[in-house]
């Protein structure tokens, strides 16, 4: 079997362990599943992705339809006039 180490701030460890602990697992049990369900699933759990408040507001927008669309063409002369901006601030300064 192998071993695995981490470092992990003190405050972070002693709370996670008290939950884990509470579920009646140790932490070894609980690094051994994640690492499992990882292995099995080829992914890391989705759980651990969980959209901020701003990102939610995005999707919403999304899918409602309240957004502006652009073609590719479209975007790339949206970086290029931003790129411009920046270089013309960075030149004046």
Request: hydrophobic share 40%.
């Amino acid at each position: 079997m192998g071993k695995i180490q981490a470092r992990i701030p003190d405050e972070i460890q002693e709370i996670a362990s008290a939950v884990i602990k509470s579920t009646g697992l140790t932490v070894s049990d609980a690094v051994r599943m994640f690492m499992t369900g990882v292995a099995r699933n080829k992914a890391l759990p989705l759980d651990l992705f969980q959209p901020n408040l701003e990102t939610l507001q995005a999707i919403e927008d999304a899918e409602t339809g309240r957004v502006e669309r652009t073609s590719l063409n479209g975007l790339r002369d949206m970086i290029r006039s931003d790129k411009a901006e920046v270089y013309k601030s960075a030149k004046q300064s």
